[in-house]
């Protein structure tokens, strides 16, 4: 299937002050718009057009990296305008909240793991929290890689590459995550998608 970019789900200022404007409309406009774009023509004779987004990002891994690259960059951020929300981050539903304190040692301790995650990803990637063979786990990879393609089904991811971050926190990635934590994750997404998950 054709990649197609989705319209935000919120207004473009409705992150201020964690996200900007400015930051959004570069990050959807423009990156994700790239990823979109290059991902279709890379698509066209690859032999995968047929296949879910899904299907495209893990047959793709380690065989088409063109492609890998922008599809798995595509799936990557459907998912991140929505795990985040205007007046985010606050209480995990209990559902979710009891199965962080069971695999991850609490929320406390998932939350500086996913941030620590985010900091030690050397370059461009992301973190996530992602459900591998029932347990919850952080990971963090580089680039577009995500979680699927290491037989995981992420529930929660964070951009670390620097367009996400650098107009409004310029260098300073480690605030960024503690706002994205804090102040911008919606939670009732992560849910959903660990119900989905499960
Ligand atoms: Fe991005």
Not at 25 to 40: A, I, L, Q, R, S
Not at 78 to 92: Q, S, V, Y
Not at 172 to 179: G, I, S
Request: hydrophobic share 35%.
């Amino acid at each position: 299937m054709a990649f197609k970019l989705p319209e935000l789900p919120y207004a473009y200022d409705a992150l201020q002050p964690y996200m900007s404007k400015e930051t959004l409309e570069f990050h959807h406009d423009k990156h994700h718009n790239t990823y979109v774009e290059t991902g279709n023509k890379l698509l066209e004779g690859s032999g995968l057009e047929d296949k879910s987004l899904e299907e495209i990002v893990k047959q793709s891994y380690g065989k088409n990296a063109g492609l890998f690259n922008n599809a798995g960059q595509h799936y990557n951020h459907l998912h991140f305008w929505n795990w985040m929300k205007p007046n985010g981050g606050g209480a995990i539903p209990g559902a979710l909240e009891a199965k962080i304190k069971e695999d991850l040692g609490g929320v406390d301790k998932f939350k500086e793991d996913f941030i620590e995650a985010g900091k030690t990803q050397f370059g461009s990637g992301w973190a996530w929290l992602a459900l591998k063979g029932g347990k919850l786990e952080v990971m963090k990879t580089p680039n577009g890689e995500n979680p699927l393609v290491h037989g995981a089904t992420p529930i929660l991811g964070v951009d670390v590459w620097e367009h996400s971050y650098y107009i409004d926190y310029r260098n300073k990635r480690p605030d960024y995550l503690k706002a994205f934590v804090e102040n911008l994750v919606n939670w009732e997404y992560v849910e959903k998608l660990y119900n989905e998950a499960k």
